[in-house]
């Protein structure tokens, strides 16, 4: 774990030079109460038995077995209150689930990015099951948004969608109201916010995020088991808060642009869109957008990629480009994006507010579908 977090601070020291962005939670010292201790040791003597399952069966476990196992010797959720395993179960939940071609609720097959999503439920489970705190109100979250889909009958997505069966490869799909999408095919003009716009209180939550914000937890559950409350890492004191340390990663902020890189028949109730911009060259198109951008603002860079879903417990802020990482609740949105931001690190910004790019007409290369 200490590995993890001397690999971790010089990273994110070279993205973020200002080391006050880097905030570290503070915590009261909390003795380990006996019911953590009771979690812990039940945790632990469950790994015998399924090396006993193993040897009996040629050495083999299932791959649902295999993850257990992993949790059950590293079991980073145990000192989280309920609430978090809650939402950490909803937010796999929301992914797990889509609208057919038919407008029906679906089943992901959730095997993406060497199946995370199947373990990570298959391990919130496990404690879950453990805690006793699964009732018939706890996955109501989830069922809520997926019920939003349905308010008006057939999804607005899924009539949207109904001559598309799959996603064509070298497209992308920009969701948003019939007379912005007009504006878009006829004459290339799109707003491009700042990242701090997506966090205003206003938004719904398909849309609102933290997008100057990442936060982590290094697992640090056998640490905190021994009595430890911090530690010390180049220096600095980092504090063991339910198990974890959490780090608070903070951005300067930056231009966005987003679209989809699938068809989703999610994204028009989520976005309270009824047009979709089908752009049907991405390279081409991209091509136009960076230099219209770069016109704008000179002297910035032009970043564009598929969004990477992060798991605050699995994953650590190695990646010095961390615009490109959003929350895995929002995994389900498939996100291409661009943005601009100053060249060199450290460049102090000024405030950003929002501007229009036109970049001539779409016609060529876009199509526009309305519900």
Same mark, same amino acid.
């Given at each position: 774990?200490?590995?993890?977090?001397?690999?971790?601070?010089?990273?994110?020291?070279?993205?973020?030079?200002?080391?006050?962005?880097?905030?570290?939670?503070?915590?009261?010292?909390?003795?380990?109460?006996?019911?953590?201790?009771? &979690? #812990?040791?039940?945790?632990?003597?469950?790994?015998?038995?399924?090396?006993? &399952?193993?040897?009996?069966?040629?050495?083999?476990?299932?791959?649902?077995?295999?993850? &257990?196992? /992993?949790?059950?010797?590293?079991? #980073?959720?145990?000192?989280?209150?309920?609430? $978090?395993?809650?939402?950490?179960?909803?937010?796999?939940?929301?992914?797990?689930?889509?609208?057919?071609?038919?407008? /029906?609720?679906?089943?992901?097959?959730?095997?993406?990015?060497? !199946?995370?999503?199947?373990?990570?439920? =298959?391990?919130?489970?496990?404690?879950?099951?453990?805690?006793?705190?699964?009732?018939?109100?706890?996955?109501?979250?989830? %069922?809520?948004?997926?019920?939003?889909?349905?308010?008006?009958? =057939?999804?607005?997505?899924?009539?949207?969608?109904?001559?598309?069966?799959?996603?064509?490869?070298?497209?992308?799909f920009k969701f948003s109201k019939k007379e912005f999408v007009d504006d878009m095919y006829k004459y290339g003009r799109f707003r491009i916010s700042q990242a701090s716009y997506y966090s205003k209180g206003s938004?719904?939550?398909? $849309? /609102?995020?933290?997008?100057?914000?990442?936060?982590?937890? $290094?697992?640090?559950?056998?640490?905190?088991?021994?009595?430890?409350?911090?530690?010390? $890492?180049?220096?600095?004191?980092?504090?063991?808060?339910?198990?974890?340390?959490?780090?608070?990663?903070?951005?300067?902020d930056y231009f966005l642009f987003s679209t989809c890189n699938e068809v989703s028949r999610r994204m028009p109730t989520d976005f309270e869109a009824d047009s979709v911009l089908v752009i049907k060259n991405k390279? !081409?198109?991209?091509?136009?957008?960076? +230099? +219209?951008?770069?016109?704008?603002?000179?002297?910035?860079?032009?970043?564009? &990629?598929?969004? %990477?879903? %992060?798991?605050?417990?699995?994953?650590?802020?190695?990646?010095?480009?961390?615009?490109? #990482?959003?929350?895995?609740?929002?995994? #389900?949105?498939?996100?291409?994006?661009?943005?601009?931001?100053? /060249?060199?690190?450290?460049?102090?910004?000024?405030?950003?507010?929002?501007?229009?790019? +036109?970049?001539?007409?779409?016609?060529?290369?876009?199509?526009?579908?309305?519900?």
């Open positions: 774990m200490c590995l993890i977090l001397r690999a971790i601070l010089p990273n994110i020291r070279a993205r973020v030079p200002d080391t006050n962005k880097l905030a570290l939670f503070e915590s009261e010292c909390m003795a380990i109460e006996e019911w953590a201790r009771r &979690r #812990y040791d039940w945790f632990s003597q469950r790994i015998p038995e399924l090396e006993k &399952r193993a040897s009996e069966n040629g050495g083999r476990l299932s791959k649902e077995e295999v993850w &257990r196992a /992993k949790y059950f010797v590293n079991p #980073y959720m145990l000192l989280e209150p309920d609430e $978090v395993i809650i939402e950490r179960l909803n937010d796999i939940l929301t992914n797990s689930l889509d609208l057919s071609i038919e407008g /029906k609720i679906t089943l992901t097959p959730m095997v993406e990015n060497k !199946e995370r999503l199947s373990k990570f439920i =298959t391990q919130v489970i496990a404690e879950t099951n453990l805690r006793g705190i699964l009732h018939r109100g706890t996955m109501q979250p989830a %069922y809520e948004q997926i019920n939003s889909y349905f308010e008006n009958g =057939t999804p607005p997505g899924a009539r949207m969608f109904q001559d598309f069966p799959s996603s064509p490869e070298n497209h992308l938004h719904l939550r398909a $849309v /609102k995020d933290l997008e100057t914000q990442r936060n982590y937890k $290094v697992k640090a559950i056998h640490e905190a088991m021994e009595g430890l409350t911090s530690i010390e $890492v180049q220096g600095h004191k980092v504090n063991i808060v339910n198990g974890v340390i959490p780090i608070n990663f903070y951005l300067d390279g !081409e198109f991209l091509s136009r957008l960076k +230099e +219209e951008l770069l016109i704008s603002y000179p002297g910035w860079e032009f970043l564009e &990629r598929d969004v %990477y879903y %992060y798991d605050s417990y699995n994953n650590h802020p190695e990646d010095a480009d961390q615009e490109f #990482y959003k929350h895995i609740s929002y995994s #389900y949105q498939r996100e291409h994006r661009c943005i601009i931001r100053p /060249k060199y690190l450290g460049e102090k910004n000024e405030k950003l507010s929002p501007f229009f790019v +036109e970049i001539g007409p779409l016609n060529d290369i876009c199509e526009v579908i309305n519900c």
